[in-house]
């Protein structure tokens, strides 16, 4: 009988150890360091900040001073002091991000902030983060509660705020492709678009888009939107707003349309690969080998 009850309790043991383990490993995430960008990024450097530790504006961007803000949380909440942000800085960072307060029309702090900034990751709200939720917030709620299926009263509550901070959204690239993009790709083509077609027409920055794609989807370019946006060549990157900063822009409106219409299929210049305008650069070499296919404002587009 002894022996039975040792049995029963050492499974016991075992199946409370396992239930731990599996809940400790049951969030994962992307390891972030000194190098990596995008929407992910911006979250973290926007925990960091609602705690007091980030104190420079939310780039995307992992450098010195986010590795920094990195640090001080690991070292206050005894963690490895490695500057890396993995699964367990992660996952104590996000520890109490899960309850949500419940923001409205007049509501102020950090938590607006937060909401904001992933509006404006998914494309929602344009304008600079605020930590104010007036008109502007409360419209890009209402978008995003009617795009997403959910009650649309403009009050971002648990639901609301549960769908907005989950898995980046998937958008459909059209019937004609069983590939998917996410919201990192939608953040990226619109702000190449908006940086390589400021004062173009819209359908010339729908075109913008649609070479980026199809970039992504040849095998002579990298197969990400965010690689092949900053794929250099022989040093050089291949497309100029990366070499001159003006990719980190935000986007305008209308830039992040036509990134949002070129990500569901449409294609107004085709197959076409590459682009450049004739005023500001000659682009012999795309000229001698490559075919011409149409022009849109002040780009022309080849294939």
């Known amino acids: 009988m002894k022996f039975k009850r040792k049995g029963i309790l050492s499974l016991l043991i075992v199946f409370l150890v396992g239930t731990q383990v599996i809940g400790v490993f049951a969030d994962s995430f992307v390891t972030l360091r000194v190098g990596s960008r995008g929407t992910e990024v911006i979250r973290l450097q926007q925990a960091l900040k609602d705690r007091g530790l980030f104190h420079s504006s939310t780039t995307g961007y992992y450098g010195k001073i986010t590795k920094s803000s990195v640090i001080n949380f690991q070292r206050n909440n005894n963690l490895t002091v490695d500057g890396i942000a993995g699964n367990q800085t992660q996952s104590k960072l ?6 949500y ?8 702090g950090n938590s607006v902030i937060r909401l904001q900034q992933a509006l404006k ?16 917030t409360q419209t890009a709620v209402i978008n995003f509660q009617r795009d997403s299926k959910l009650t649309v009263d403009g009050i971002a509550g648990v639901q ?3 769908a907005l901070f989950s898995k980046p959204t998937v958008v459909s690239r059209g019937s004609t492709s069983t590939r998917s993009f996410s919201s990192d790709d939608l953040y990226w083509l619109s702000r190449i678009i908006h940086a390589e ?7 010339g920055q729908v075109a913008v888009g649609n070479v980026v794609l199809n970039r992504v989807a040849s095998k002579e370019f990298p197969n990400s939107v965010y690689n092949v946006i900053f794929e250099y060549y022989k040093n050089i990157p291949q497309f100029s707003p990366v070499a001159d900063g003006t990719i980190y822009n935000a986007p305008s409106q209308s830039s992040i349309s036509a990134a949002k219409e070129a ?6 210049v085709g197959n076409a690969t590459y682009f450049f305008n004739p005023d500001k650069a000659a682009a012999t070499w795309i000229v ?3 075919v011409y296919v149409t022009k849109i404002g002040g780009h022309v587009f080849y294939s």
Do not use: A, H, I
């Not at 996000?94 to 309850?99: A, K, R």
């Not at 307060?101 to 102020?108: A, P, V, W």
């Open 288 to 290: 001698r080998n490559k």
């Open 263 to 268: 990500l569901s299929g449409s294609r107004p």
């Open 121 to 136: 990751d998914k494309g929602y709200f344009l304008n600079n983060t605020t930590g104010y939720y007036g008109k502007v």
């Open 101 to 108: 307060t419940t923001l409205r029309f007049g509501s102020r």
């Open 94 to 99: 996000y520890s109490t991000q899960n309850s």
């Open 160 to 162: 609301t705020q549960t």
């Open 197 to 203: 077609s400021v004062g173009e027409p819209y359908q």
